[in-house]
């Protein structure tokens, strides 16, 4: 099991159970520490530079509920936080899983969107990605270009550069390429 490990090595070890395992897993390592130790081990790991990291630490932090609520409700003012937080809130105060992302504002989902698509960039496979394509809030693609290119995530020009090679549509992914070289190049 994953139980004596960090919670960053617990998340890696959960990245490819199924979801019912992984919660699992969160409830035996969460199970050998103090409420407060893990809360912050997990929200650490999520300020990590993995995304899926991220993810899974706002998951794992749905197996612990209440007690987390106070240190998730202090890291909706980190900017990479900040969306999972407030879906994470969200539910916790009840609101359907399928509409939460209904509290984030459109630069908000737009974030996320990019954070997700790195998360699969990295660990995914690239029909997935291709399929975070079509799941974007935006209704065309170059709309979403547009506002992909002035969210500010870090990751922005590597998941537009493997979406446009993971891209099977030749004139999409060429201006994939171009929105990737735009802001690389800080046009």
């Known amino acids: 099991g994953n139980i004596e490990q960090s919670a960053e090595d617990m998340l890696r070890g959960c990245a490819q159970l199924r979801p019912n395992a992984a919660r699992a897993e969160y409830r035996a390592w969460l199970a050998a520490r103090t409420v407060g130790g893990a809360v912050g081990q997990l929200l650490d790991a999520a300020r990590g530079d993995d995304a899926l990291l991220r993810g899974l630490a706002f998951e794992a932090l749905r197996v612990v509920g209440a007690p987390a609520e106070h240190e998730v409700r202090a890291v909706v003012a980190e900017p990479a936080l900040r969306p999972y937080a407030l879906l994470w809130l969200a539910e916790y105060d009840g609101v359907d899983p399928e509409d939460a992302h209904e509290v984030l504002t459109r630069e908000e989902a737009t974030w996320l969107w990019v954070d997700t698509a790195a998360a699969v960039?990295?660990?995914?496979?690239?029909?997935?990605?291709?399929?975070?394509?079509?799941?974007?809030?935006?209704?065309?693609?170059?709309?979403?270009?547009?506002?992909?290119?002035?969210?500010?995530?870090?990751?922005?020009?590597?998941?537009?550069?493997?979406?446009?090679?993971?891209?099977p549509d030749p004139a999409l992914a060429k201006a994939v390429r171009r929105a990737a070289f735009q802001v690389h190049t800080g046009g």
């Open 121 to 167: 960039a990295d660990h995914g496979e690239t029909d997935m990605l291709v399929r975070h394509l079509e799941a974007a809030v935006q209704p065309t693609v170059p709309a979403l270009l547009e506002e992909v290119r002035s969210v500010g995530h870090p990751r922005t020009v590597q998941v537009l550069v493997a979406l446009a090679a993971a891209h």
